[in-house]
C-alpha cells in the first residue's frame, strides 16, 4: 500500500501538472521573499550558472601577489632579503569582488562553495612560493592562521567568513593535502584581538580599512593580535601560512607575522583570495624609490 502511494506521489510530482504547481509555488515564494544573483543581478537565485563559471575563470590562475603591498614584513634568509611571499586568487574587482562582498556582508554563505575552489587553487601556489623556514621543525604538517575577526564583526555576521571558507577548502576532495607531501591543517583559537581593538571596532568608522593608506593601516593595527594560551603551547617551531580575504596593503598579514614571529612560529608565505592596489600605493612607492636611504 505504502509503495503503491509512493509511486502514485511520484507521477503527480514529475507530470506536468506538478511542474506548474511547483513552478508557480517558486514564483509566489519570489514574490514573498524575492532573489537576485550577487554577481548580475538575473532574478530567483542568489548566484546564477554563467557567474558561477565566470568567477571559477577568473580565479582558476592564482598569481604572486605581494609587490604593491608596502606593508608585508621582510623575510631574512641568509644574505638574501625577501618579501613575504602572498598567492592571490584573483583581482578585488568586479564579480569577484561582488561575490566577497555578498559572502562578508550580506549573509549569503552559500556562495563559500563558489568562492573555495579559487581559495584552495590560491593555497596551493602560496605552499608552492612558500619561503623556506628557519625555525621549522618536525613532519611536513604545515598550520593555517587566519586573522581573528573583530568584536563588531562577529555580532553583525554572526560566523568567521575565513574559517568557514577555509572549511570547504579541507572539506573537499583531496582533503588537507595541497603540495607534494605537505599536509595543511587549520588550527582556530591560536589568536585573537586585543581588548583595545575590540573597543575600537565598536566605535564609529573604528574598524575600517579600507580608505586608509599603507602607513594609517600599520598604525591602526598595531598591537590588535594576541596569543592565546593555546597558541602559546602549539605555535613554538610550527609551520605556519598565513591567511586573509582581501590583501590591499599587508598591514593586518603584518601585523600576524610580528605576533606570530615573536611567539616562534615560521611564517612562510600567505594566500589570499583577491588582492587589491592600496591606496596611495603607487605614490608611497615613488617616495621609497626615490628615498637615498631606501
Known amino acids: 500500500m505504502l509503495r503503491g502511494l509512493a509511486g502514485s506521489a511520484d507521477r503527480a510530482w514529475f507530470s506536468a501538472a506538478g511542474r506548474l504547481a511547483r ?44 609587490q604593491q603591498a608596502l606593508a608585508l614584513p621582510l623575510l631574512f634568509q641568509g644574505e638574501e632579503v625577501l618579501v613575504l611571499p602572498v598567492a592571490a586568487a584573483g583581482r578585488y574587482e568586479g564579480l569577484l569582488s561582488r561575490a566577497l562582498l555578498a559572502f562578508k ?18 593555497l596551493e601556489l602560496a605552499l608552492e612560493r612558500a619561503a623556506p623556514g628557519t625555525r621549522g621543525t618536525g613532519p611536513a604538517v604545515w ?20 574559517q568557514l571558507l577555509l572549511r ?35 566605535a564609529p568608522h573604528g574598524g575600517r580599512q579600507k580608505s586608509r ?10 598591537g590588535s593580535f594576541e596569543i592565546t594560551a593555546h597558541g602559546a603551547r602549539m605555535l613554538p617551531g610550527a609551520d605556519v601560512l598565513l591567511l586573509d580575504d582581501v590583501l590591499t596593503s599587508g598591514s593586518t598579514l603584518g601585523e600576524l607575522y610580528r605576533v606570530l614571529d615573536a611567539a616562534g612560529a615560521a611564517v612562510h608565505g600567505a594566500a589570499v583570495i583577491a588582492a587589491a592596489p592600496s591606496p596611495g600605493a603607487e605614490d608611497e612607492f615613488l617616495l621609497v624609490s626615490a628615498s637615498p636611504d631606501a
Open 213 to 222: 593608506g599603507a602607513r594609517a593601516r600599520r598604525r591602526s593595527l598595531g
Open 143 to 162: 598550520t593555517v592562521v587566519t586573522p581573528p575577526p573583530s568584536l563588531k564583526s562577529r555580532l553583525s555576521r554572526g560566523f568567521d567568513p575565513l
Open 23 to 66: 513552478s508557480a509555488l517558486s514564483a509566489a515564494l519570489g514574490l514573498l521573499s524575492p532573489t537576485w544573483c550577487h554577481g548580475c543581478g538575473a532574478e530567483d537565485t542568489v548566484f546564477c550558472l554563467a557567474c558561477s563559471e565566470d568567477l571559477h575563470a577568473l580565479t582558476r590562475a592564482p598569481f604572486p601577489a605581494e
Open 105 to 122: 556582508d550580506h549573509g549569503s554563505i552559500t556562495l563559500a562553495g563558489h568562492l573555495a575552489p579559487g581559495l584552495r587553487r590560491s
Open 168 to 202: 570547504h577548502v579541507l572539506a573537499s576532495p583531496g582533503g588537507g593535502i595541497l603540495c607534494g607531501h605537505r599536509q595543511l591543517v587549520y588550527a582556530p583559537g591560536v589568536i585573537r584581538q586585543s581588548k583595545q581593538a575590540s573597543l575600537r571596532s565598536l
